[in-house]
Protein backbone atom coordinates (compact mmCIF):
# COMPACT_ATOMS: atom_id res chain seq x y z
CA UNK A 1 0.00 0.00 0.00
CA UNK A 2 1.22 3.20 -0.91
CA UNK A 3 2.20 5.89 1.97
CA UNK A 4 0.13 9.21 1.79
CA UNK A 5 2.22 11.78 1.61
CA UNK A 6 1.70 15.42 2.61
CA UNK A 7 1.01 17.70 0.25
CA UNK A 8 3.47 20.32 0.62
CA UNK A 9 5.97 17.22 0.31
CA UNK A 10 4.91 16.08 -3.35
CA UNK A 11 4.33 20.22 -4.12
CA UNK A 12 8.25 20.41 -3.49
CA UNK A 13 9.22 18.40 -5.85
CA UNK A 14 8.02 21.02 -8.42
CA UNK A 15 10.37 23.24 -7.43
CA UNK A 16 13.58 21.46 -9.27
CA UNK A 17 13.72 22.58 -13.13
CA UNK A 18 15.64 19.02 -12.95
CA UNK A 19 14.19 16.05 -13.16
CA UNK A 20 13.34 14.50 -9.92
CA UNK A 21 11.30 11.38 -8.63
CA UNK A 22 10.41 10.72 -5.04
CA UNK A 23 10.81 6.74 -4.31
CA UNK A 24 10.76 4.26 -1.51
CA UNK A 25 13.47 2.03 -0.63
CA UNK A 26 12.28 -0.70 -2.84
CA UNK A 27 12.48 1.57 -5.84
CA UNK A 28 8.47 2.03 -5.56
CA UNK A 29 7.78 5.84 -7.31
CA UNK A 30 5.91 8.26 -4.52
CA UNK A 31 5.86 11.33 -6.51
CA UNK A 32 7.41 12.71 -9.35
CA UNK A 33 7.44 16.61 -10.92
CA UNK A 34 6.62 17.57 -14.07
CA UNK A 35 10.28 17.65 -15.17
CA UNK A 36 10.55 14.09 -14.75
CA UNK A 37 7.17 13.14 -16.06
CA UNK A 38 8.00 14.64 -19.29
CA UNK A 39 11.54 13.28 -20.03
CA UNK A 40 10.77 9.82 -18.27
CA UNK A 41 6.85 9.16 -18.62
CA UNK A 42 4.86 7.57 -20.88
CA UNK A 43 1.55 8.95 -20.40
CA UNK A 44 0.42 6.60 -17.51
CA UNK A 45 0.35 7.53 -13.68
CA UNK A 46 3.68 7.08 -12.09
CA UNK A 47 3.09 6.87 -8.93
CA UNK A 48 2.74 3.11 -7.32
CA UNK A 49 5.22 1.73 -10.01
CA UNK A 50 9.02 1.10 -9.74
CA UNK A 51 11.83 3.28 -11.03
CA UNK A 52 13.41 0.81 -13.23
CA UNK A 53 10.15 0.20 -15.05
CA UNK A 54 9.72 3.63 -15.71
CA UNK A 55 13.14 3.65 -17.08
CA UNK A 56 13.25 0.74 -19.22
CA UNK A 57 10.33 2.25 -21.39
CA UNK A 58 12.02 5.35 -21.52
CA UNK A 59 14.94 3.84 -23.33
CA UNK A 60 17.21 3.70 -20.10
CA UNK A 61 17.29 0.12 -18.52
CA UNK A 62 19.40 -0.03 -15.20
CA UNK A 63 20.67 -3.19 -16.43
CA UNK A 64 22.23 -1.92 -19.38
CA UNK A 65 25.79 -1.40 -19.79
CA UNK A 66 27.12 -1.72 -16.48
CA UNK A 67 24.66 0.89 -15.38
CA UNK A 68 24.58 0.90 -11.18
CA UNK A 69 21.76 1.79 -9.41
CA UNK A 70 23.13 4.30 -6.88
CA UNK A 71 19.89 3.04 -3.81
CA UNK A 72 22.06 0.25 -2.41
CA UNK A 73 24.86 2.77 -1.92
CA UNK A 74 23.02 5.15 -0.41
CA UNK A 75 20.91 3.27 1.83
CA UNK A 76 24.21 1.47 3.02
CA UNK A 77 26.11 4.84 3.45
CA UNK A 78 23.00 6.88 4.98
CA UNK A 79 24.80 9.60 2.57
CA UNK A 80 23.80 10.81 -0.89
CA UNK A 81 25.49 8.72 -3.84
CA UNK A 82 26.23 9.20 -7.21
CA UNK A 83 26.51 7.56 -10.36
CA UNK A 84 26.30 8.69 -14.79
CA UNK A 85 23.66 6.81 -17.06
CA UNK A 86 23.44 7.00 -20.84
CA UNK A 87 20.24 8.37 -22.53
CA UNK A 88 19.19 9.63 -25.55
CA UNK A 89 22.85 9.33 -26.14
CA UNK A 90 23.88 12.13 -23.65
CA UNK A 91 25.66 11.15 -20.21
CA UNK A 92 23.09 12.01 -16.79
CA UNK A 93 24.55 12.90 -13.64
CA UNK A 94 21.78 10.99 -11.23
CA UNK A 95 22.24 12.25 -7.36
CA UNK A 96 20.22 9.86 -4.78
CA UNK A 97 19.57 11.76 -1.47
CA UNK A 98 17.77 10.58 1.47
CA UNK A 99 15.02 11.35 3.26
CA UNK A 100 15.68 11.06 7.03
CA UNK A 101 12.78 10.43 9.67
CA UNK A 102 13.21 12.04 13.47
CA UNK A 103 15.12 8.75 14.10
CA UNK A 104 17.83 9.61 11.21
CA UNK A 105 17.16 6.68 9.17
CA UNK A 106 16.28 7.04 5.70
CA UNK A 107 12.02 7.07 5.05
CA UNK A 108 12.59 8.46 1.11
CA UNK A 109 14.75 8.89 -1.44
CA UNK A 110 15.20 11.74 -3.58
CA UNK A 111 16.75 11.26 -7.09
CA UNK A 112 17.73 13.81 -9.25
CA UNK A 113 19.16 13.54 -13.02
CA UNK A 114 21.42 16.49 -13.95
CA UNK A 115 22.18 16.09 -17.91
CA UNK A 116 25.78 17.15 -18.74
CA UNK A 117 25.88 20.00 -21.28
CA UNK A 118 24.29 19.18 -24.52
CA UNK A 119 26.96 17.94 -27.17
CA UNK A 120 26.29 19.66 -30.32
CA UNK A 121 27.56 21.57 -33.13
CA UNK A 122 30.87 22.63 -32.67
CA UNK A 123 32.35 25.54 -34.22
CA UNK A 124 36.42 23.67 -34.59
CA UNK A 125 34.99 20.35 -35.82
CA UNK A 126 34.55 18.21 -32.55
CA UNK A 127 31.65 16.00 -32.49
CA UNK A 128 29.96 15.42 -29.03
CA UNK A 129 27.13 12.56 -30.63
CA UNK A 130 29.54 9.91 -32.01
CA UNK A 131 30.02 6.01 -30.91
CA UNK A 132 33.26 6.88 -29.48
CA UNK A 133 31.32 9.17 -26.82
CA UNK A 134 28.75 7.34 -25.72
CA UNK A 135 31.35 4.49 -24.93
CA UNK A 136 33.97 6.66 -23.27
CA UNK A 137 31.24 8.00 -20.93
CA UNK A 138 29.93 4.37 -20.12
CA UNK A 139 33.44 3.80 -19.12
CA UNK A 140 33.63 6.45 -17.05
CA UNK A 141 30.16 5.92 -15.48
CA UNK A 142 31.29 2.21 -14.78
CA UNK A 143 34.13 3.25 -12.94
CA UNK A 144 32.89 6.30 -11.09
CA UNK A 145 31.05 4.57 -8.44
CA UNK A 146 33.53 2.32 -6.39
CA UNK A 147 36.80 3.19 -5.15
CA UNK A 148 39.08 1.11 -7.87
CA UNK A 149 42.06 3.42 -9.18
CA UNK A 150 41.65 4.23 -12.68
CA UNK A 151 44.20 4.81 -15.18
CA UNK A 152 43.66 7.29 -17.87
CA UNK A 153 45.38 6.56 -20.95
CA UNK A 154 45.84 8.62 -24.61
CA UNK A 155 47.75 11.47 -26.28
CA UNK A 156 48.59 14.54 -25.08
CA UNK A 157 44.96 16.97 -25.76
CA UNK A 158 42.64 14.03 -25.37
CA UNK A 159 41.14 15.58 -21.99
CA UNK A 160 42.30 12.98 -19.55
CA UNK A 161 41.87 16.09 -16.40
CA UNK A 162 38.29 16.58 -17.66
CA UNK A 163 37.57 12.80 -17.61
CA UNK A 164 39.07 12.61 -14.19
CA UNK A 165 37.18 15.07 -13.22
CA UNK A 166 33.89 13.66 -14.71
CA UNK A 167 34.77 10.01 -12.38
CA UNK A 168 35.50 12.83 -9.23
CA UNK A 169 32.15 14.20 -9.45
CA UNK A 170 30.00 11.15 -10.28
CA UNK A 171 32.05 8.99 -7.34
CA UNK A 172 31.23 8.76 -3.29
CA UNK A 173 33.78 11.31 -2.77
CA UNK A 174 32.37 14.16 -5.25
CA UNK A 175 32.45 16.05 -1.40
CA UNK A 176 35.45 15.96 -1.13
CA UNK A 177 38.46 17.73 -3.32
CA UNK A 178 39.62 17.02 -6.02
CA UNK A 179 43.57 17.75 -5.93
CA UNK A 180 45.53 17.32 -9.47
CA UNK A 181 49.66 16.80 -9.34
CA UNK A 182 51.16 17.48 -12.74
CA UNK A 183 54.13 14.98 -12.56
CA UNK A 184 56.04 16.11 -15.65
CA UNK A 185 58.90 18.09 -15.27
CA UNK A 186 59.28 17.60 -11.87
CA UNK A 187 62.54 17.13 -10.45
CA UNK A 188 62.79 14.37 -7.84
CA UNK A 189 63.16 16.76 -4.70
CA UNK A 190 60.34 19.14 -6.01
CA UNK A 191 57.91 15.66 -6.68
CA UNK A 192 58.33 14.52 -3.08
CA UNK A 193 57.79 18.05 -2.21
CA UNK A 194 54.82 18.44 -3.79
CA UNK A 195 52.83 14.63 -3.14
CA UNK A 196 54.05 15.04 0.78
CA UNK A 197 54.76 18.27 1.80
CA UNK A 198 57.42 19.36 3.85
CA UNK A 199 59.00 20.45 7.26
CA UNK A 200 60.54 23.88 7.92
CA UNK A 201 63.68 23.37 7.46
CA UNK A 202 63.62 20.03 5.85
CA UNK A 203 66.15 21.35 2.71
CA UNK A 204 67.83 24.54 1.67
CA UNK A 205 65.12 27.09 1.19
CA UNK A 206 62.08 25.33 3.04
CA UNK A 207 61.31 28.55 5.11
CA UNK A 208 58.29 27.50 6.47
CA UNK A 209 56.17 23.72 6.70
CA UNK A 210 54.41 22.62 3.45
CA UNK A 211 51.16 20.55 3.45
CA UNK A 212 51.50 17.81 0.85
CA UNK A 213 48.75 17.13 -2.07
CA UNK A 214 48.16 13.73 -0.31
CA UNK A 215 47.53 15.65 2.51
CA UNK A 216 45.20 17.86 1.02
CA UNK A 217 43.42 15.25 -1.25
CA UNK A 218 42.11 13.36 2.27
CA UNK A 219 38.71 12.50 1.73
CA UNK A 220 38.61 13.05 -1.78
CA UNK A 221 40.32 11.94 -5.22
CA UNK A 222 43.74 12.11 -5.96
CA UNK A 223 45.17 12.88 -9.52
CA UNK A 224 48.03 12.33 -10.72
CA UNK A 225 48.71 13.66 -14.45
CA UNK A 226 51.78 12.39 -16.42
CA UNK A 227 52.05 8.90 -13.98
CA UNK A 228 54.65 7.99 -16.32
CA UNK A 229 56.92 10.84 -15.65
CA UNK A 230 57.22 10.07 -11.80
CA UNK A 231 60.94 9.58 -11.58
CA UNK A 232 61.77 5.73 -10.83
CA UNK A 233 63.26 6.08 -6.96
CA UNK A 234 59.99 8.14 -6.36
CA UNK A 235 58.06 5.11 -7.27
CA UNK A 236 58.88 3.08 -4.24
CA UNK A 237 57.14 5.79 -2.14
CA UNK A 238 54.55 6.62 -3.96
CA UNK A 239 53.45 2.64 -4.03
CA UNK A 240 53.95 2.55 -0.01
CA UNK A 241 51.50 5.63 0.38
CA UNK A 242 48.88 3.64 -2.08
CA UNK A 243 49.49 0.50 0.30
CA UNK A 244 49.36 1.77 3.87
CA UNK A 245 47.73 5.32 3.50
CA UNK A 246 50.29 6.71 5.37
CA UNK A 247 53.38 9.33 4.32
CA UNK A 248 55.68 11.06 6.31
CA UNK A 249 56.72 14.74 4.81
CA UNK A 250 60.18 15.27 3.90
CA UNK A 251 62.09 16.18 7.27
CA UNK A 252 59.42 15.09 9.08
CA UNK A 253 58.95 11.68 11.54
CA UNK A 254 55.10 11.57 12.25
CA UNK A 255 53.22 9.67 10.14
CA UNK A 256 50.02 10.88 8.43
CA UNK A 257 46.96 9.43 7.25
CA UNK A 258 45.26 10.26 4.54
CA UNK A 259 42.36 8.55 2.36
CA UNK A 260 41.54 9.29 -1.31
CA UNK A 261 40.96 7.27 -4.25
CA UNK A 262 43.74 7.79 -6.80
CA UNK A 263 43.22 8.60 -10.51
CA UNK A 264 46.10 8.51 -12.60
CA UNK A 265 46.94 9.96 -16.64
CA UNK A 266 49.94 9.01 -18.87
CA UNK A 267 50.50 9.61 -22.78
CA UNK A 268 53.04 7.09 -22.02
CA UNK A 269 53.18 2.88 -22.77
CA UNK A 270 53.62 2.13 -19.11
CA UNK A 271 53.53 -2.09 -20.25
CA UNK A 272 56.54 -1.52 -22.15
CA UNK A 273 58.02 0.81 -19.62
CA UNK A 274 57.98 -2.12 -17.07
CA UNK A 275 59.32 -4.19 -19.31
CA UNK A 276 62.32 -1.92 -19.90
CA UNK A 277 62.44 -2.16 -16.28
CA UNK A 278 61.58 2.00 -16.20
CA UNK A 279 58.25 1.81 -14.30
CA UNK A 280 57.60 -0.30 -11.17
CA UNK A 281 55.86 -3.60 -12.04
CA UNK A 282 53.92 -3.78 -8.73
CA UNK A 283 52.86 0.02 -9.08
CA UNK A 284 51.77 -0.37 -12.64
CA UNK A 285 49.28 -3.36 -10.87
CA UNK A 286 48.09 -1.00 -8.20
CA UNK A 287 47.09 1.81 -10.13
CA UNK A 288 46.16 0.06 -13.20
CA UNK A 289 42.63 -1.27 -11.87
CA UNK A 290 40.47 0.15 -14.21
CA UNK A 291 41.93 1.61 -17.83
CA UNK A 292 40.32 3.69 -19.51
CA UNK A 293 41.79 4.65 -23.55
CA UNK A 294 40.42 8.31 -25.08
CA UNK A 295 40.24 7.95 -28.06
CA UNK A 296 42.56 11.23 -30.18
CA UNK A 297 41.10 14.09 -31.51
CA UNK A 298 41.63 14.37 -35.06
CA UNK A 299 41.99 17.65 -37.07
CA UNK A 300 43.95 19.07 -34.09
CA UNK A 301 40.22 19.10 -32.09
CA UNK A 302 40.51 19.52 -28.34
CA UNK A 303 38.06 18.36 -25.50
CA UNK A 304 36.49 21.23 -23.40
CA UNK A 305 34.23 22.05 -20.77
CA UNK A 306 31.76 24.41 -19.83
CA UNK A 307 30.83 25.71 -16.36
CA UNK A 308 26.59 26.24 -17.02
CA UNK A 309 25.43 23.48 -15.28
CA UNK A 310 21.88 24.26 -13.60
CA UNK A 311 23.28 23.35 -9.93
CA UNK A 312 26.61 22.05 -9.97
CA UNK A 313 30.01 21.91 -11.99
CA UNK A 314 29.34 19.93 -15.39
CA UNK A 315 32.00 18.61 -17.68
CA UNK A 316 31.46 19.23 -21.37
CA UNK A 317 33.35 16.22 -22.84
CA UNK A 318 33.88 16.25 -26.26
CA UNK A 319 36.04 13.73 -28.34
CA UNK A 320 36.05 13.41 -32.18
CA UNK A 321 34.19 10.14 -33.44
Known sequence: MLKQLRPELTSLLDCFALPAVLLEADHTVLAANQAYRKQFGDGKPLQGRHCDEILRIAGMSCADAGNECPMSRCQQSNEVAHTLRMHDGRALQVDLFPIRNADGKPAYFLELFTPLPEQGASTDGLVGQGARMQELFR???????????????????????????????????????????????????????????????????????????????????????????????????????????????????????????????????????????????????????????????????????????????????????
Open 139 to 321: ALHRAAPSDVPVLLLGESGTGKELAAGLVHRASQRAKGPFVVLDCSGLSETLFESELFGHEKGAFTGAQNRKIGLAEVANGGTLFLDEVGDIPLPLQVKLLRLLESGTFRRVGGIEPIRSRFRLLSATHRDLERMVREGSFRQDLYYRISTFPITLPPCANGGRISRNWRSPCSTAWDIRVCS
